[in-house]
Protein backbone atom coordinates (compact mmCIF):
# COMPACT_ATOMS: atom_id res chain seq x y z
CA UNK A 1 0.00 0.00 0.00
CA UNK A 2 1.55 3.39 -0.97
CA UNK A 3 2.44 6.39 1.95
CA UNK A 4 -0.33 8.28 0.66
CA UNK A 5 -3.37 5.52 0.94
CA UNK A 6 -1.68 4.64 4.49
CA UNK A 7 -2.30 8.33 5.76
CA UNK A 8 -6.08 8.64 3.85
CA UNK A 9 -7.01 4.84 4.95
CA UNK A 10 -6.10 5.50 8.74
CA UNK A 11 -6.69 8.90 8.95
CA UNK A 12 -10.33 7.03 7.63
CA UNK A 13 -9.91 5.08 10.39
CA UNK A 14 -9.98 7.40 12.73
CA UNK A 15 -13.07 9.34 11.51
CA UNK A 16 -14.55 6.47 11.64
CA UNK A 17 -13.73 5.98 15.72
CA UNK A 18 -14.74 9.36 16.03
CA UNK A 19 -18.08 9.58 14.38
CA UNK A 20 -19.27 5.67 15.79
CA UNK A 21 -18.20 7.26 19.26
CA UNK A 22 -20.49 10.32 18.54
CA UNK A 23 -23.19 8.75 17.29
CA UNK A 24 -23.13 6.01 20.16
CA UNK A 25 -23.46 8.64 22.62
CA UNK A 26 -26.16 10.13 20.77
CA UNK A 27 -28.20 6.64 20.33
CA UNK A 28 -27.64 6.01 24.41
CA UNK A 29 -28.91 9.94 24.75
CA UNK A 30 -32.11 9.15 22.65
CA UNK A 31 -32.41 5.60 25.12
CA UNK A 32 -31.57 6.61 28.71
CA UNK A 33 -31.09 10.29 28.40
CA UNK A 34 -28.07 12.04 29.46
CA UNK A 35 -27.77 15.30 28.22
CA UNK A 36 -29.87 17.72 25.45
CA UNK A 37 -26.49 19.11 24.60
CA UNK A 38 -25.11 15.74 23.20
CA UNK A 39 -27.57 16.73 19.82
CA UNK A 40 -24.71 18.90 19.47
CA UNK A 41 -22.61 16.33 17.91
CA UNK A 42 -24.77 15.60 15.30
CA UNK A 43 -23.05 17.49 13.03
CA UNK A 44 -19.98 16.16 13.49
CA UNK A 45 -21.48 12.68 13.82
CA UNK A 46 -22.77 12.48 9.85
CA UNK A 47 -19.66 14.54 8.49
CA UNK A 48 -17.07 12.45 10.05
CA UNK A 49 -18.92 9.36 9.34
CA UNK A 50 -19.93 10.45 5.87
CA UNK A 51 -17.10 12.56 4.35
CA UNK A 52 -13.85 11.74 6.87
CA UNK A 53 -14.45 7.76 6.84
CA UNK A 54 -16.87 6.86 3.88
CA UNK A 55 -15.30 9.26 1.19
CA UNK A 56 -11.25 9.38 2.57
CA UNK A 57 -11.19 5.83 2.51
CA UNK A 58 -12.78 5.47 -0.93
CA UNK A 59 -10.15 7.53 -1.81
CA UNK A 60 -7.04 5.72 0.14
CA UNK A 61 -8.35 2.50 -1.78
CA UNK A 62 -8.93 3.97 -5.30
CA UNK A 63 -5.09 5.80 -5.03
CA UNK A 64 -3.89 1.95 -3.78
CA UNK A 65 -5.87 -0.01 -6.75
CA UNK A 66 -6.44 2.06 -9.62
CA UNK A 67 -4.34 1.25 -12.54
CA UNK A 68 -0.89 2.90 -12.13
CA UNK A 69 1.31 3.35 -15.23
CA UNK A 70 4.23 2.02 -16.61
CA UNK A 71 6.81 4.84 -15.97
CA UNK A 72 7.59 6.94 -13.28
CA UNK A 73 5.57 8.40 -11.49
CA UNK A 74 3.31 4.72 -11.61
CA UNK A 75 0.61 6.70 -10.15
CA UNK A 76 0.77 9.73 -11.96
CA UNK A 77 0.39 13.29 -10.07
CA UNK A 78 0.92 12.40 -6.47
CA UNK A 79 1.25 16.45 -5.69
CA UNK A 80 -2.61 16.22 -6.56
CA UNK A 81 -3.44 13.45 -4.47
CA UNK A 82 -1.82 14.93 -1.60
CA UNK A 83 -3.44 18.30 -1.97
CA UNK A 84 -6.88 16.05 -2.03
CA UNK A 85 -5.92 15.21 1.16
CA UNK A 86 -5.02 18.05 2.93
CA UNK A 87 -7.83 19.72 1.72
CA UNK A 88 -10.69 17.32 2.52
CA UNK A 89 -9.34 16.69 6.29
CA UNK A 90 -9.49 20.59 6.79
CA UNK A 91 -12.90 21.05 5.19
CA UNK A 92 -14.13 18.02 7.20
CA UNK A 93 -12.95 19.49 10.28
CA UNK A 94 -13.81 22.95 10.04
CA UNK A 95 -17.21 21.69 8.83
CA UNK A 96 -17.71 19.26 11.42
CA UNK A 97 -16.69 21.26 14.44
CA UNK A 98 -17.52 24.60 12.88
CA UNK A 99 -20.95 23.35 13.03
CA UNK A 100 -21.07 21.75 16.65
CA UNK A 101 -19.66 25.40 17.98
CA UNK A 102 -21.86 27.73 16.01
CA UNK A 103 -19.29 29.14 13.58
CA UNK A 104 -19.89 31.16 11.56
CA UNK A 105 -21.70 30.58 7.98
CA UNK A 106 -18.54 31.89 5.82
CA UNK A 107 -15.79 29.65 7.85
CA UNK A 108 -18.47 26.72 7.16
CA UNK A 109 -18.92 27.25 3.74
CA UNK A 110 -15.07 27.65 3.40
CA UNK A 111 -15.11 24.69 4.90
CA UNK A 112 -17.56 23.13 2.31
CA UNK A 113 -15.20 24.65 -0.78
CA UNK A 114 -12.36 23.04 0.76
CA UNK A 115 -13.91 19.36 0.62
CA UNK A 116 -15.13 20.77 -2.86
CA UNK A 117 -11.38 21.47 -4.08
CA UNK A 118 -10.20 18.68 -2.47
CA UNK A 119 -12.82 16.26 -4.66
CA UNK A 120 -11.77 18.18 -7.71
CA UNK A 121 -8.08 17.23 -7.38
CA UNK A 122 -8.54 14.12 -6.52
CA UNK A 123 -10.93 13.71 -9.30
CA UNK A 124 -8.23 15.58 -11.79
CA UNK A 125 -5.32 12.61 -10.49
CA UNK A 126 -7.34 10.09 -10.70
CA UNK A 127 -8.70 10.51 -14.26
CA UNK A 128 -5.81 9.28 -16.91
CA UNK A 129 -5.52 6.14 -13.91
CA UNK A 130 -9.04 5.61 -15.32
CA UNK A 131 -7.63 3.34 -17.68
CA UNK A 132 -7.79 -0.59 -19.67
CA UNK A 133 -4.68 -2.25 -17.90
CA UNK A 134 -1.34 -1.84 -20.06
CA UNK A 135 -2.69 1.53 -22.04
CA UNK B 1 -12.38 -15.45 -0.22
CA UNK B 2 -12.24 -15.86 3.60
CA UNK B 3 -15.32 -17.25 5.63
CA UNK B 4 -15.86 -14.40 7.74
CA UNK B 5 -15.76 -12.45 4.36
CA UNK B 6 -18.22 -14.22 2.98
CA UNK B 7 -20.25 -14.16 6.31
CA UNK B 8 -19.63 -10.23 6.27
CA UNK B 9 -20.72 -9.69 2.74
CA UNK B 10 -23.82 -11.59 2.61
CA UNK B 11 -25.19 -10.24 5.78
CA UNK B 12 -24.67 -7.04 4.00
CA UNK B 13 -26.62 -7.89 1.29
CA UNK B 14 -29.69 -8.90 3.41
CA UNK B 15 -29.47 -5.74 4.92
CA UNK B 16 -29.39 -3.80 1.75
CA UNK B 17 -33.07 -5.01 0.91
CA UNK B 18 -34.27 -5.16 4.07
CA UNK B 19 -33.26 -1.10 3.69
CA UNK B 20 -35.01 -0.57 0.56
CA UNK B 21 -37.79 -2.70 2.25
CA UNK B 22 -38.39 0.46 5.07
CA UNK B 23 -37.45 3.09 2.34
CA UNK B 24 -40.82 1.97 0.30
CA UNK B 25 -42.57 1.73 4.01
CA UNK B 26 -41.59 5.12 4.45
CA UNK B 27 -42.86 6.24 1.47
CA UNK B 28 -46.38 3.80 1.37
CA UNK B 29 -47.20 5.80 4.63
CA UNK B 30 -47.42 8.99 2.00
CA UNK B 31 -49.51 6.98 0.13
CA UNK B 32 -52.17 5.21 2.69
CA UNK B 33 -52.41 4.83 6.19
CA UNK B 34 -50.12 2.83 8.24
CA UNK B 35 -49.62 2.52 12.10
CA UNK B 36 -47.31 5.30 13.92
CA UNK B 37 -44.59 3.01 13.86
CA UNK B 38 -44.00 3.33 10.50
CA UNK B 39 -43.47 6.78 10.27
CA UNK B 40 -40.68 6.51 13.21
CA UNK B 41 -38.71 4.23 10.26
CA UNK B 42 -36.70 7.29 9.45
CA UNK B 43 -32.90 6.20 11.81
CA UNK B 44 -33.51 2.80 10.90
CA UNK B 45 -33.63 3.44 7.64
CA UNK B 46 -30.62 5.47 6.95
CA UNK B 47 -28.42 3.30 9.06
CA UNK B 48 -30.14 0.21 7.61
CA UNK B 49 -27.79 1.46 4.68
CA UNK B 50 -24.86 3.13 6.22
CA UNK B 51 -23.84 0.40 8.61
CA UNK B 52 -25.80 -2.34 7.46
CA UNK B 53 -24.90 -2.60 3.95
CA UNK B 54 -22.33 0.10 3.50
CA UNK B 55 -20.01 -0.06 6.60
CA UNK B 56 -20.72 -4.13 6.31
CA UNK B 57 -19.43 -4.85 2.95
CA UNK B 58 -16.19 -2.26 3.50
CA UNK B 59 -15.10 -4.44 6.80
CA UNK B 60 -15.81 -7.72 5.20
CA UNK B 61 -13.95 -6.19 1.69
CA UNK B 62 -11.02 -4.99 4.23
CA UNK B 63 -10.72 -7.94 6.03
CA UNK B 64 -10.16 -10.28 2.61
CA UNK B 65 -8.00 -7.31 0.61
CA UNK B 66 -5.93 -5.11 3.03
CA UNK B 67 -1.91 -6.08 3.62
CA UNK B 68 -1.01 -9.18 5.43
CA UNK B 69 -0.54 -8.66 9.37
CA UNK B 70 1.92 -11.20 9.18
CA UNK B 71 2.60 -14.48 7.96
CA UNK B 72 1.17 -16.86 11.05
CA UNK B 73 -1.93 -14.40 10.65
CA UNK B 74 -2.83 -13.00 7.76
CA UNK B 75 -5.30 -11.47 8.64
CA UNK B 76 -4.85 -9.69 12.22
CA UNK B 77 -6.96 -11.37 15.17
CA UNK B 78 -9.50 -13.62 13.61
CA UNK B 79 -11.75 -14.20 16.99
CA UNK B 80 -11.35 -9.51 16.81
CA UNK B 81 -13.00 -10.13 13.21
CA UNK B 82 -15.72 -12.00 14.41
CA UNK B 83 -16.10 -10.35 17.72
CA UNK B 84 -16.99 -7.29 15.25
CA UNK B 85 -19.29 -9.19 12.60
CA UNK B 86 -21.49 -10.43 16.32
CA UNK B 87 -21.68 -7.08 18.21
CA UNK B 88 -22.12 -5.13 15.20
CA UNK B 89 -25.40 -7.13 14.07
CA UNK B 90 -26.31 -7.40 17.19
CA UNK B 91 -26.71 -3.75 17.91
CA UNK B 92 -27.75 -2.57 14.81
CA UNK B 93 -30.58 -6.04 15.05
CA UNK B 94 -31.37 -4.43 18.54
CA UNK B 95 -31.20 -0.90 17.40
CA UNK B 96 -33.58 -1.27 14.36
CA UNK B 97 -36.38 -2.84 16.90
CA UNK B 98 -36.18 -0.90 19.78
CA UNK B 99 -35.41 2.56 18.08
CA UNK B 100 -38.84 3.15 16.54
CA UNK B 101 -40.57 1.70 19.57
CA UNK B 102 -38.45 3.97 21.63
CA UNK B 103 -40.10 6.64 19.43
CA UNK B 104 -43.89 5.72 19.43
CA UNK B 105 -44.43 4.24 22.87
CA UNK B 106 -41.03 5.21 25.20
CA UNK B 107 -40.65 2.57 28.39
CA UNK B 108 -37.64 2.75 30.51
CA UNK B 109 -36.76 -1.16 29.21
CA UNK B 110 -37.27 -0.23 25.29
CA UNK B 111 -34.46 3.06 26.56
CA UNK B 112 -32.02 0.52 27.66
CA UNK B 113 -32.41 -1.61 24.77
CA UNK B 114 -31.89 1.38 22.42
CA UNK B 115 -28.78 2.19 24.71
CA UNK B 116 -27.21 -1.14 24.99
CA UNK B 117 -27.45 -1.04 21.38
CA UNK B 118 -25.17 1.75 21.24
CA UNK B 119 -22.85 0.26 23.22
CA UNK B 120 -22.96 -2.52 21.00
CA UNK B 121 -22.47 -1.19 17.69
CA UNK B 122 -19.74 1.38 19.54
CA UNK B 123 -17.81 -2.28 20.50
CA UNK B 124 -18.08 -3.49 17.47
CA UNK B 125 -16.37 -0.09 15.68
CA UNK B 126 -13.46 -0.41 17.78
CA UNK B 127 -13.12 -3.63 17.36
CA UNK B 128 -12.63 -3.10 14.01
CA UNK B 129 -10.54 -0.50 14.04
CA UNK B 130 -7.95 -2.38 16.79
CA UNK B 131 -7.87 -5.21 14.39
CA UNK B 132 -7.46 -3.13 10.75
CA UNK B 133 -5.12 -0.28 12.13
CA UNK B 134 -1.80 -2.72 11.67
CA UNK B 135 -2.70 -3.88 8.51
CA UNK B 136 -2.81 -0.39 6.96
CA UNK B 137 0.91 -0.25 5.92
CA UNK B 138 3.46 0.00 3.28
CA UNK B 139 4.81 -2.41 1.41
Known amino acids: MPRLSVWLVRTALIYLASGFTFGALLLFHKGVPLSPALWQLLPMHIEFALIGWTVQLAMGVAFWILPRFAQRPIRGNETLAWLAYGLLNAGTLIVGLGQALGAPPTLLLAGRIFELLSVAAFATHAWPRVKPLGA | ?139
Not at chain 2, 49 to 68: D, H, R, T
Not at chain 2, 81 to 97: H, P, S
Open chain 2, 1 to 139: MPTLTRWFIRTALIYFVAALLVGVALMTRLVIDLPPLAGALGPAYFHLLMVGWVLQLIIGVAYWMFPKFSTEQPRGYEWLGWTTYALLNAGLILRVISEPLNAVQPQPIIGWALATSAVLQWLAGMAFVANTWARVKEK
